[in-house]
């Protein structure tokens, strides 16, 4: 079982930068991947930016030369700068975890929202 605890999301207005943190918990030795995900109100949950345990990175078009995904595997986190953001970037952001047994864990979610 893994636990997954965002934090840092908010209020930036457009072009301006945040950073997100989800710590992990639990059988992490299980992750094989975590990443990213957003919902925007009406949308399907899309991937933003995932990176595996051999630290490979995958980043969905709209958020590439924007955001960058990175880990500490000291402290079982992975983080999301997003830089230069847009509005369109509004959404909920989800961090995922997924095991080698192929099991999702997911965070509660954090609210970013990019004023114009």
């Known amino acids: 079982q893994v636990q997954l605890v965002e934090s840092g999301g908010g209020l930036v207005q457009a072009g301006g930068s945040l950073r997100l943190s989800c710590a992990a918990s639990g059988s992490i030795f299980s992750i094989n991947v975590m990443g990213w995900y957003r919902q925007a109100p009406g949308k399907q949950r899309d991937m933003v930016a995932t990176i595996t345990n051999g630290g490979s990175t995958n980043y969905a078009d709209s958020v590439k030369g924007r955001f960058t995904i990175s880990r500490d595997n000291a402290k079982n986190t992975v983080y999301l700068q997003m830089n230069k953001l847009k509005p369109e970037d509004t959404a909920v952001y989800y961090c995922?975890?997924?095991?080698?047994?192929?099991?999702?864990?997911w965070g509660q979610g954090t609210q970013v929202t990019v004023s114009s």
């Open positions: 995922n975890a997924l095991s080698w047994s192929f099991h999702n864990f």
